[in-house]
């Protein structure tokens, strides 16, 4: 394989993508003139690293990484004939943020905390008792409230598996299932209908609005 080394494209001789030579270059249309070919639309300017490689029996592939982090792909595998480019969706790992409980509550020992995944799926861990470690009896509690941006747009609700007894290790014995909801406004509530359940632990997955 030939690695060019040294040389930026658009050149006085290559001015299009398909003109590229085996192995890796740099591709700077922001100070130059737009290629034939580029990855990126019209009005836009390439300007990043491009690898392509040709098989020796007519297979060529090419993909180009730009200085934004897009990933750009595309091959001429049938009848010679190159492929639309198509951009890799790219993520960048979810943060995670401590979820505070409201008055009256506290950890159980597991995670409590929520996050956001790139495609708006919120995940919401809940470990955690009342402060005195007293039942908590029948109906609905209020424990946390969730910030803008993770609350859902009609109510979410699930199964979250409750304990009779404290063990705060985060994964006590299950009892049975309470529900846990999450409501418009970001509001998160634990319907109890035993009078016994002492501790909860579980998530809740919904879309954000």
Not at 70 to 81: E, G, K, T
Not at 107 to 122: F, I, M
Request: glycine share 8%.
């Amino acid at each position: 394989m030939n690695i060019i080394k040294g040389t930026v494209y658009p050149t006085e001789d290559v001015r299009d993508f398909n003109l590229l030579p085996n192995g890796y270059c740099r591709v700077n249309e922001i100070n130059a003139e737009k290629m034939l070919n580029s990855p990126v639309p019209t009005g836009m300017y390439f300007n990043g690293q491009v690898f392509t490689h040709n098989d020796g029996r007519g297979y060529t592939t090419q993909i180009a990484v730009n200085n934004r982090g897009s990933i750009y792909y595309r091959d001429n595998s049938v009848n010679s004939i190159w492929t639309i480019w198509k951009e890799f969706a790219t993520v960048s790992p979810a943060t995670a943020y401590n979820l505070p409980l409201a008055s009256g509550y506290k950890s159980a020992g597991g995670l409590n905390h929520y996050y956001k995944t790139p495609n708006n799926l919120v995940v919401v861990n809940i470990s955690m008792m009342r402060s005195d470690a007293a039942a908590w009896g029948l109906g609905a509690f209020t424990i946390a409230t969730l910030p803008e941006g993770f609350r859902p747009a009609a109510n979410a609700h699930n199964a979250i598996p409750y304990s009779n007894d404290i063990v705060s290790s985060g994964t006590p014995y299950c009892d049975g299932a309470a529900r846990v909801y999450v409501i418009p406004n970001g509001e998160i509530r634990i319907i109890s209908r035993v009078t016994t359940l002492k501790e909860v632990d579980g998530s809740i997955v919904f879309i954000s609005k």
